[in-house]
């Protein structure tokens, strides 16, 4: 059981750019869905949760109203779609999953983690 990243890219700033996270072996009912980064010289920071549970979606307000988590009708793939894109928002992402854990997650809460995908933001 897997989680397997794709997406992401080089994008200009103002643009968009989705980052997926596809399930491998399980599905993702049941679980908590969420997003991290990792910027070099800085802390990991948590972006995006989702709760298939209850459907609560959270975010911390860097990126609040630019970014969106959600999940296939499939229930089989976790997809974050990011606008309005700054330099800042430049990182390593990582799609994380958690069993019976509400948002927001910690790191080390979750029992998957994708394997990480580059997303830079630079004209």
């Known amino acids: 059981m897997q989680l397997v990243q794709s997406g992401g890219g080089l994008v200009q700033p103002g643009g968009s750019v989705s980052v997926s996270c596809a399930a491998s072996?399980?599905?993702?009912?049941?679980?908590?869905f969420s997003w991290f980064r990792q910027a070099p010289v800085k802390d990991r920071e948590w972006v995006s949760c989702?709760?298939?549970?209850?459907?609560?979606?959270f975010y911390p307000d860097s990126v609040k109203g630019r970014f969106t988590i959600s999940t296939n009708n499939d229930l089989d793939a976790v997809r974050m779609k990011m606008d309005t894109l700054k330099p800042e928002d430049t990182a390593l992402y990582y799609c994380?999953?958690?069993w019976g854990v509400g948002c927001p997650t910690g790191w080390t809460d979750n029992d998957f983690w994708g394997q990480g995908i580059q997303v830079t933001v630079s004209s």
């Open positions: 989702l709760n298939t549970n209850t459907g609560d979606r």
């Open positions: 072996g399980f599905s993702l009912d049941h679980y908590t």
């Open positions: 994380t999953a958690a």
